[in-house]
């Protein structure tokens, strides 16, 4: 699976849809709010919630 941020013409994919780690590097978490409480990641990276997202977003269509 994958969407498309319009404003930006950026292609966002999912890890999982690669047989390795490729040499990816995780710089950013969005939708943190909406996260189980038992899954975390240990990377010290920005964070975002849902609201953030749309708003950062929503702001750069204008």
Sequence with gaps: MFYR???TDEYV???G???NDA???M???IFIDQKPDCYAFVNDTPT???EE???QFSE???
């Design 5 to 7: 941020l319009l404003p």
């Design 13 to 15: 994919l999912t890890p």
């Design 17 to 19: 849809l690669f047989e």
């Design 23 to 25: 040499g990816f590097i």
């Design 27 to 29: 710089n950013s978490q």
């Design 48 to 50: 975002m919630t849902g």
């Design 53 to 55: 997202v749309f708003t």
């Design 60 to 62: 750069s269509v204008i």
